[in-house]
């Protein structure tokens, strides 16, 4: 199999099997989570807890003040790379189009210089997260080979993707089909590992928030 052979197969064949693979985890996933159920609560509502729910969703995302004082190095790193990771996926324009041919959603993207430094600050976010994590010994101590896999899926299609835009290392056929292929590893392995919490945090945040509300806590 040639570059262009393997171009072909993650575009085609390729991306449909890991497309399948991640839909049929995500649904597999959460409905564990949803059968779970939870028990009956018999005491009286205190509030109502909708809206609860969608602040304690708002105000969980923002840290916490004395959370960043003790690891500013995580949060700092944490946000640059989550919002990094989701720009450089949702606007730079190649990436809009192949969501427009499955989809049929489209939206403006941004221009492709401010996309790839955004792309570079990622990936020294992502390095620097790694370094923390190895060098603090309580972190080193709680990592397991799951959060080192986690790491790993996310980092390398920025990583490759770059590579592709700059045509480094490989001809730009067989750099782009290893950048689709890191993509396509991400969605196979996105369901079950920790990447999930990029969807499930949502849930239990909105869950907590309009739980302890009926409970007259705040969350």
Do not use: C
């Amino acid at each position: 199999m040639n570059a262009m052979d393997l171009l072909l197969w993650s575009r085609g064949p390729g991306l449909g099997i890991a497309i399948g693979i991640f839909l049929f985890g995500m649904v597999l996933r959460l409905f564990e989570i949803y059968s779970l159920g939870r028990k009956r609560d018999l005491a009286p509502a205190r509030t109502g807890g909708e809206g609860s729910g969608w602040r304690t969703m708002f105000t969980r995302s923002v840290p916490d003040r004395a959370q960043f004082k003790r690891s500013p190095v995580v949060f700092t790193t944490g946000y640059i790379f989550h919002i990094g990771f989701f720009i450089v996926l949702l606007f730079l324009l190649p990436h809009i189009e192949l969501i427009r041919s499955i989809s049929g959603l489209s939206w403006p993207a941004l221009p492709t210089p401010v996309v790839d430094l955004i792309a570079v600050i990622t990936l020294i976010a992502l390095i620097v997260t790694l370094i923390y994590r190895i060098m603090d010994p309580v972190r080193r101590l709680l990592s397991t080979f799951g959060d080192y896999l986690a790491w790993t899926v996310t980092f390398l299609p920025v990583l490759t993707g770059y590579m592709a835009y700059h045509h480094l290392l490989f001809d730009y056929t067989l750099m782009l089909a290893l950048h689709i292929l890191s993509v396509e590893l991400l969605l196979v392995v996105f369901p079950f590992t920790k990447l999930t919490h990029m969807v499930t945090l949502f849930i239990s945040r909105w869950y907590n928030g309009e739980w302890f509300a009926r409970k007259g806590v705040a969350s």
